[in-house]
């Protein structure tokens, strides 16, 4: 039996309208617990916002003014991770097994009836907490190793943690010595048709080979990570805006021809790229150069309309010129006023010379 002292200052909650089923579950617990008790559904969500000694609830389903399926709604679909991850324990009287499967898919953890004796209930209470307990210490444990992977096991590629590690280094050295660095965000959009379709580890075997393609046209100086189940992204040291633009696209076109055969079915890769460049945008850090990327990424339409989706990433609109002029040219109108300074004398001289080209070709 879990004794008091193993929980010092913690609280489990009751949630019932019936005080004969508070007070019965109260002398039960109180001797190994600190109890609190709440009449309804809404004074129960109030106490689990601001008691963060509570460590486990009990909730009836029938309620007033909000129901046990609507508190679990609540709790499980809260930010706060110390509520959304509380343990919460359904009591139940005569309430049909439909409700019941409710309120697993709701997110309950157990299930208590309302007649269960003392010995029992303890019994249950302890082994729920020692395996939330232990849940919690394996994701801790998880997200230590996280932290200090410096590879994704699948792909080979980089972690999020260790890229934006390294891309700190990157931006400062950048900013420092007014150098360019660029970053590219390539989403998988088809991935989860894919895992659906023919299951999550042939889809791992095609995001395994796109890793290796995208690595493939990569510098070895270039750093590239997975950072979701179909997303990776690529930091360019050197790289300006114009040339990860082409590189993305080059991605894209070669990504939307390519095709999967599982069995008799083929499935398509579609993706989604996003770029974004310390010359075009202002930012202060590597994470949201990274953010920007994320926030560009537009599901690619096909070879015909993808100039215009690459052009939109970084002018906000389509201007009909060639990809590669148009990119050179937004390259200028946003680059910083202040170093351009000193290459006016020979930007415009160059720009006079491109000139007077376009005019005698065209007599």
Do not use: C
């Not at 590219?184 to 048709?193: G, K, N, P, T």
């Not at 930091?235 to 590189?247: D, H, N, Y």
């Not at 310390?278 to 990327?293: C, K, P």
Request: aromatic share 4%; proline share 3%.
């Amino acid at each position: 039996m879990l004794q008091s002292t193993d929980l010092p200052q913690k609280r489990v909650l009751i949630v019932d309208d019936s005080k004969f089923v508070r007070t019965t579950f109260t002398k039960i617990l109180s001797a190994s617990f600190a109890v609190r008790e709440e009449a309804d559904g809404e004074a129960g969500w109030h106490a689990i916002e601001s008691d963060p000694s509570i460590v486990m609830v009990f909730t009836d389903l029938d309620m007033p003014k909000v129901t046990g399926f609507a508190l679990l709604g609540r709790i499980r679909g809260s930010t706060d991770a110390r509520i959304r991850d509380l343990p919460v324990v359904v009591i139940s009287g005569i309430e049909e097994e439909g409700s019941k499967q409710r309120a697993r898919e709701a997110g309950a953890n157990d299930f208590i009836a309302k007649s269960t004796d003392a010995p029992e209930l303890l019994s249950r209470l302890d082994n729920l907490l020692r395996l939330v307990r232990t849940s919690r210490e394996l994701e801790a444990s998880k997200q230590a190793l996280d932290q200090t992977a410096t590879h994704d096991p699948l792909t080979g590629t980089f972690t999020l943690h260790y890229l934006v590690t390294e891309g700190r280094k990157r931006y400062s050295h950048a900013r420092r010595h007014g150098g360019q660095l660029s970053v590219m965000a390539l989403r998988i959009d088809s991935y989860a048709d894919v895992a659906r379709a023919a299951g999550k580890d042939v889809a791992d075997q095609v995001i395994a080979r796109i890793a290796k393609l995208v690595t493939e046209k990569l510098r070895t100086e270039d750093s590239i990570a997975r950072i979701a189940d179909g997303t990776f992204m690529v930091i360019a040291v050197g790289i300006a805006a114009p040339q990860m633009l082409t590189l993305a696209q080059r991605l894209r076109s070669e990504l939307d021809h390519a095709r999967v055969t599982y069995g008799k079915q083929s499935l398509e890769i579609r993706s989604s790229s996003g770029v974004a460049s310390l010359e075009l945008d202002a930012v202060n850090s590597i994470e949201e150069l990274i953010r920007v990327a994320l926030q560009r990424m537009q599901p690619a339409a096909g070879p015909k309309t993808e100039r215009v989706v690459v052009q939109e990433q970084v002018s906000g609109k389509a201007s009909g010129l060639p990809g590669e002029i148009e990119r050179a040219l937004v390259a200028l109108e946003r680059a910083d006023p202040a170093r351009l300074g000193k290459f006016a004398k020979e930007l415009l001289t160059r720009l006079q010379r491109i000139a007077k080209t376009i005019q005698a070709k065209r007599r």
